[in-house]
């Protein structure tokens, strides 16, 4: 009787099935931790060390004496007129060139979702400027951009006169079509994956409700694009950062003024060796990027929480 009330008084003992599912959730823990480990290292190592150096560098005044300044890089890069002009720049072709990817490819998906005759082929068509080399693509806006191009070539037959594109204003139209040129068909592809996976269910009752098609578009596709719409916007923003190879290959070091941007200074001041001053230029482009982003990530939210509900 003694040893009974004992063990009642005790704590009960833990059922086997218990710790055979500990063991088991301790084992999946530490099997996916060895599967996170490596790419956990490589992003700490690729990413996150080198970031960390970069805003070393921007709170210096120089990699060798290392003595800290701490905000006097930053305030001296935004007096920098060659940064306020490439920021300018920068800023206005991305104004300029995302929003035009972003609506022409959903019109093309758009029109492409439509059983019109040759379709296969006008998709071929806006696809293949994904496969050409950027060599391939500055050669062929040479031939029609050069003074002597193509393009004013056509221009003196009908009575003009010829253009110098690439040094004039309309240097940032001739890299505006180049960009749009490059990316619609990637957008559009992504855009017509998104629509083909909008419940067929949902559409034919609006169809049945009498919706005309502009109000099941902004009612219910724009709805479920709005992921699609986010990501298509983030990849047209990060490529049109990206113009810089094009441009680069097109004019040089120093560009017309217009298309004179952040990546042209960067590439400057690199090889110059002025890290500290490029180091606070690209902090400071990351800052921009992130609170343009978190907008995009807000606004997607903000039109897609009923969806997913």
């Keep these: 009787m003694g040893k009974k009330r004992k063990e009642r008084r005790g704590k009960a003992p833990v059922p086997e099935n218990y710790i055979k599912t500990t063991r088991r959730t301790r084992r999946l823990k530490i099997s996916s931790g060895a599967f996170i480990a490596p790419s956990f290292l490589g992003v700490m190592l690729f990413f996150i060390l080198p970031f960390m150096v970069v805003i070393y560098y921007s709170l210096i005044d120089n990699p060798i004496s290392a003595n800290f300044v701490f905000l006097d890089n930053f305030s001296s890069i935004i007096g920098n007129t060659s940064f306020r002009t490439a920021v300018r720049n920068t800023f206005t072709f991305a104004a300029v060139a995302v929003p035009l990817a972003v609506v022409l490819s959903l019109l093309l998906a758009i029109v492409l979702e439509a059983k019109l005759p040759f379709r296969s082929q006008f998709r ?101 694009l709005s992921s699609s719409l986010l990501f298509v916007t983030i990849m047209s923003l990060i490529s049109s950062f990206k113009i810089f190879r094009e441009v680069y290959l097109l004019t040089g070091d120093y560009p017309y003024d217009s298309i004179y941007t952040l990546q042209h200074f960067m590439n400057n001041k690199f090889r110059s060796l002025d890290y500290q001053t490029l180091s606070a230029a690209a902090i400071l482009m990351s800052l921009v990027m992130i609170v343009i982003i978190g907008i995009l990530f807000i606004a997607e939210n903000h039109f897609g929480k009923d969806v997913e509900g």
Excluded: C
């Design 124 to 224: 071929t068509f806006f696809l293949s400027p994904m496969m050409v080399p950027v060599a391939s693509v500055v050669l062929i806006w040479q031939v029609l951009f050069h003074y002597n191009g193509a393009i004013n070539e056509v221009l003196v037959k009908l009575g003009g006169n010829k253009i110098d594109w690439m040094k004039s204003d309309l240097a940032l139209i001739v890299v505006v079509i180049l960009f749009l040129w490059k990316n619609l068909g990637y957008n559009m592809i992504l855009f017509m994956a998104a629509l083909a996976s909008i419940p067929k269910d949902i559409l034919e009752v609006a169809r049945l409700e009498s919706a005309t098609p502009l109000q099941t578009f902004f009612h219910i596709k724009i709805r479920y």
